[in-house]
């Protein structure tokens, strides 16, 4: 059978632990930070894992790794991976595009959409993205594509006339 771990931290350290439970978005982060305040506590691994629904290794590790490093121990570290396509310029003109009419971008559409914007990122940018890609780093900035919805304001202000015509205004 294994040693017990039992983690004890003290003023500063412990703290810090409970600002970083509190104020990180990080799921996994807050878990490692939960596990050493419920080892500083008193729980043994076995209740911990259990409390957690992680392995006793797993607890064991970052019990360890907590004694070793300090808290920065415990912070989700950067993973690799593909960067992304479409960088942060990029992104910056998707969200000035989308108030402007896709006419002023001489693309012959009455309004956007992600299929529409992706072409225009790769014929403005040189970079093949896909319509999901597209939507994702629009709800990243906010916006979003939407069917244009016509009213009779739309209609008026394209045909000079159509109002009056169709007797849905006055003039005043």
């Not at 878990?31 to 259990?50: N, P, T």
């Not at 300090?70 to 992104?91: D, F, K, M, W, Y």
């Not at 003109?93 to 989308?98: G, M, S």
Request: charged letters at 20%; hydrophobic letters at 35%.
């Amino acid at each position: 059978m294994r040693p017990p771990v039992q983690i004890q931290v003290r003023g500063h350290q412990l703290a810090r632990l409970h600002a970083m439970y509190e104020e990180t978005t990080c799921p996994r982060t807050r878990l490692r930070v939960q596990m050493i305040l419920l080892s500083h506590d008193g729980y043994c691994v076995e209740e911990i894992a259990k409390i957690t629904r992680k392995s006793d290794d797993s607890v064991r590790y970052w019990l360890h790794r907590f004694q070793q490093v300090g808290c920065s121990g415990l912070i989700e570290a950067p993973h690799s991976g593909r960067p992304p396509q479409i960088t942060p310029s990029i992104e910056a003109f998707l969200h000035d595009c989308i108030p402007q009419s896709p006419r002023a971008f001489q693309m012959n559409r009455p309004g956007w959409t992600t299929t529409l914007l992706a072409k225009l990122v790769k014929r403005r940018w040189q970079v093949q993205v896909s319509d999901e890609c597209i939507r994702q780093h629009l709800k990243r900035v906010h916006a979003v594509c939407r069917r244009p919805t016509w009213t009779v304001k739309y209609l008026a202000q394209q045909q000079p006339g159509y109002a009056q015509k169709k007797g849905q205004f006055h003039a005043c």
